[in-house]
């Protein structure tokens, strides 16, 4: 049985292939837990209508990523910590409190999206990587001082 595949199935195949697989595995399986469709004529035009829509909203993503991308790579963001005289700092820098710096900034960045390689956990000047997109990746100047 030829069906669309509206999600990626593991060992099965990805997101809007035509694929051919047992009926019973498809009827029980595939078709009622949202993963693909009968094939068509009308549910190819209707995939075919999905693709293209994610298409634009990953262009229109792009861009205002590349847009992000520039903003960030001008910024230089500081922060601010208590320190012992080694420039030791109490604790560490998280991915969390460069996130909310960002957002005092007017930047809206998940902290998840930061990239931290190592514990920032001296005083002085890093760079970090912030992932936008899959494809766009943004360097990040922050510099830790003393309070």
Not at 97 to 111: D, M, T
């Amino acid at each position: 049985m030829k069906v669309i595949l509206l999600k990626n199935v593991k060992k099965v195949g990805q997101e809007g292939q035509v694929i051919d697989v047992k009926s019973g595995f498809a009827r029980n399986f595939l078709i009622p837990q949202g993963f693909a469709l009968m094939s068509s004529k009308d549910n190819c035009k209707k995939i075919e209508d999905i693709k293209l829509r994610q298409a634009k909203l990953a262009a229109r993503q792009a861009h205002l990523a590349s847009g992000l991308k520039s903003k960030l790579e001008e910024l230089s963001l500081t922060i601010v910590c208590q320190a012992k005289d080694d420039e030791q700092i109490y604790g560490s820098v998280t991915e969390t409190q460069i996130a909310k710096a960002l957002e005092a900034e007017e930047i809206k960045i998940s902290s998840s999206q930061i990239i931290v390689n190592e514990p920032i956990k001296k005083l002085g000047v890093y760079n970090l990587t912030i992932k936008l997109t899959p494809e766009i990746d943004a360097t990040l100047r922050l510099w830790v001082v003393k309070k």
